[in-house]
């Protein structure tokens, strides 16, 4: 086998990403979802730290999106008919995509929602006001 340079190593893994955001539509919306959180980040002034944390999460919802997607390759690579153990591998590759989401919906509301919050009752007070 042909050892391939860091440069090759480099090109092979964005041909991954990109495939994964070519041909799966939940890792779409994932990008859609994590756009719009960096556009209220930018927004609602989210510090570094909270700015950190919003990016792991969401690098943590594309990277199990990107596995599930391998595991589903490999799969459907191994066998196009029906096994239960094959379902088995999916099903749990794609309940980690599950958690990683959910878990990323908690930490944008625990970041983002008493800010959002905040400006929201900010408004509120200033139509009153007026």
């Given at each position: 086998?042909?050892?391939?340079?860091?440069?090759?190593?480099?090109?092979?893994?964005f041909t991954?990403?990109?495939?994964?955001?070519?041909?799966?539509?939940?890792?779409?919306?994932?990008?859609?979802?994590?756009?719009?959180?960096?556009?209220?980040?930018?927004?609602?002034?989210?510090?570094?730290?909270?700015?950190?944390?919003?990016?792991?999460?969401?690098?943590?919802?594309?990277?199990?999106?990107?596995?599930?997607?391998?595991?589903?390759?490999?799969?459907?690579?191994?066998?196009?008919?029906?096994?239960?153990?094959?379902?088995?591998?999916?099903?749990?590759?794609?309940?980690?995509?599950?958690?990683?989401?959910?878990?990323?919906?908690?930490?944008?509301?625990?970041?983002?929602?008493?800010?959002?919050?905040?400006?929201?009752?900010?408004?509120?007070?200033?139509?009153?006001?007026?």
């Amino acid at each position: 086998m042909q050892k391939i340079n860091r440069v090759q190593s480099f090109q092979y893994a964005f041909t991954g990403m990109w495939y994964t955001l070519k041909t799966q539509r939940n890792a779409q919306i994932h990008v859609g979802i994590g756009t719009i959180i960096i556009i209220l980040g930018l927004f609602l002034q989210i510090n570094l730290t909270e700015w950190a944390i919003i990016i792991l999460t969401s690098g943590f919802v594309i990277a199990t999106e990107m596995l599930n997607t391998a595991i589903e390759g490999a799969m459907d690579f191994a066998s196009t008919d029906y096994h239960p153990q094959i379902k088995i591998v999916k099903d749990v590759a794609a309940g980690a995509v599950l958690v990683s989401a959910i878990t990323a919906v908690a930490v944008g509301l625990m970041i983002l929602g008493p800010k959002l919050i905040a400006w929201l009752l900010h408004l509120i007070l200033l139509r009153s006001l007026s």
